[in-house]
């Protein structure tokens, strides 16, 4: 059974900074693409930041600058740090790891940790 443990959410003012981690247990030895989404109350949730295997990363235009997503291959771990911090990044953010066999391709959700940042 795979499993994310998302931490590092919480309070902090308009300008601060933050880091996120996500650690995976379990399969690990599939891991493929590994993603931050974030969800705000009323809106749909949206990709911030995505890392492939090779460290190749892509970013939202509303955190490129900001935010920075790494990984740790041999911990199976993903990161975000978050900078420059604004209200509207307020939002549950919730990690996201693709796991790919020969045989399968699936993507499995962490549980969230909430970001807020106020003004």
């Known amino acids: 059974q795979v499993q994310l443990v998302e931490s590092g959410g919480g309070l902090v003012q308009a300008g601060g900074s933050l880091r996120l981690s996500c650690a995976v247990s379990?399969?690990?030895?599939?891991?493929?693409?590994m993603t931050w989404y974030r969800q705000a109350p009323g809106k749909q949730r949206e990709l911030v930041a995505t890392?492939?295997?090779?460290?190749?990363?892509n970013y939202a235009d509303s955190v490129k600058g900001r935010f920075t997503i790494s990984r740790d291959n041999a911990k199976n771990s993903v990161y975000l740090q978050m900078n420059s911090l604004k209200p509207e990044d307020t939002a549950v953010y919730y990690c996201n790891a693709r796991l790919v066999t020969l045989y399968s391709a699936n993507n499995y959700w962490g549980q969230g940790t909430q970001v807020t940042v106020s003004s």
């Open positions: 890392i492939s295997t090779g460290g190749t990363t």
């Open positions: 379990g399969s690990t030895s599939s891991i493929s693409t």
